[in-house]
Nanobody, 117 residues
Framework: QVELVESGGGSVQTGGSLSASCAASGLASGPYAMAWYRREGKARELVASIESDGSTYYADSVMGRFTISRDNAKMTLYLQMNSLKPEDSAMYYC????????????WGKGTLVTVSS
């Protein structure tokens, strides 16, 4: 059974930093394309992604402030969030593309990030 479990997140004031992790289990060793998404209300936004070859993508809204990385041996995805803004407040989800042609087909349950002004 494939499982993605996020941890980290939390509450911080504007300008602060937080980090989040996502541990994957139940899969053969990767690396897999993985990503962080966030949802505030109904809108879901791709925050950052990392491909199997290690190439990364960042949304314009987080470019230069967030860093996505992973530890292939631990099958863990990370998101370092610096210079946080109130508009970064959201539920953050990690996602994984297992390569079956369905895009991101596994999702975690999310970790909450709250940034106060």
């Amino acid at each position: 059974q494939v499982e993605l479990v996020e941890s980290g997140g939390g509450s911080v004031q504007t300008g602060g930093s937080l980090s989040a992790s996502c541990a994957a289990s139940g899969l053969a060793s990767g690396p897999y394309a993985m990503a962080w998404y966030r949802r505030e209300g109904k809108a879901r936004e791709l925050v950052a992604s990392i491909e199997s070859d290690g190439s990364t993508y960042y949304a314009d809204s987080v470019m230069g402030r967030f860093t996505i990385s992973r530890d292939n041996a631990k099958m863990t995805l990370y998101l370092q969030m610096n210079s946080l803004k109130p508009e970064d407040s959201a539920m953050y989800y990690c996602a994984l593309n297992s390569g079956r042609g369905n895009g991101m087909d596994y999702w975690g349950k999310g970790t909450l990030v709250t940034v106060s002004s």
